[in-house]
């Protein structure tokens, strides 16, 4: 299996730099291929504006989705874009390895999220969801956080449990392109628990990159689930 880690944390010595690391070595002991998109060390643009772009259809007024269509069609993207596009096109399956910022992702993969998954290229007007132009790939979040894991709940300050909090990635930005996420793994307040317990993490993300080939996609509706309306069929 193809195996892209798309990789967004500021400090290599970090927890979730021994997670990717830990990845990359499992992963290869088990004789898939694998490509990590560093995108701290990058320096990968995480600004969408026309500067992504060789040239615009219209240069009195950027609209940026209509322009990453155009890019799409004419081969209009600059080079950083175009060599993430080519890894996704490579990979079977990836994994986002990044810290919990906010209920959502680090500026950098938001930005790798808006310029990379262009129009014409992973969705499109009619393509979206189980008709995404990445369809045939899977994925799974790698998440750390601040937080201890019950402070994510209904009931507790934070109001939503961890896949709910998840949910935005896993549906609304994979899903919606077509690639199937299975159940992500979660590291919960990993500055906070000590050694023992991020050695447990470790060993227990090993057994689940072990088993990603195996693990079933969280279950979402297809587009044929709902009527003309977009309303869920009864």
């Not at 070595?25 to 490509?35: A, C, D, G, I, W």
């Not at 080519?86 to 399956?93: G, Q």
């Not at 549906?171 to 992500?184: A, D, K, S």
Request: glycine share 4%.
């Amino acid at each position: 299996m193809k195996v892209l880690i798309v990789y967004a944390h500021h400090e290599p010595k970090s927890f979730n730099g021994a997670m990717k690391d830990l990845a990359v070595s499992t992963l290869k002991e088990q004789k898939h291929e694998v490509k990590v998109s560093d995108l701290y060390a990058m320096k990968f643009k995480a600004l969408a504006d026309k500067d992504d772009f060789v040239k615009i259809s219209n240069p009195d007024y950027l609209q940026y989705v209509l322009e990453l269509k155009n890019a799409v069609d004419h081969d209009l993207f600059i080079e950083d874009t175009k060599q993430e596009q080519e890894k996704l096109r490579w990979a079977d399956f990836i994994i986002f390895q990044y810290p919990l910022w906010w209920f959502s992702v680090p500026a950098v993969l938001k930005g790798w999220f808006d310029r990379v998954l262009a129009t014409g290229f992973a969705w499109d007007f009619g393509n979206m969801y189980d008709k995404g132009l990445l369809a045939s790939k899977k994925s799974m979040l790698s998440v750390t956080t601040g937080g201890p894991e019950n402070i994510y709940s209904l009931n507790a300050p934070h109001g939503w449990d961890i896949n709910q909090v998840l949910y935005p990635v896993n549906h609304g930005v994979l899903f919606f392109c077509g690639i199937q996420p299975i159940p992500p793994f979660v590291a919960f307040a990993v500055f906070q628990v000590g050694d023992e317990k991020r050695k447990q993490y470790l060993e227990e993300y090993k057994q689940r990159l072990l088993t990603i080939e195996t693990t079933k996609p969280i279950k979402y509706h297809s587009l044929s689930d709902f009527d003309e309306n977009m309303h869920l069929k009864t």
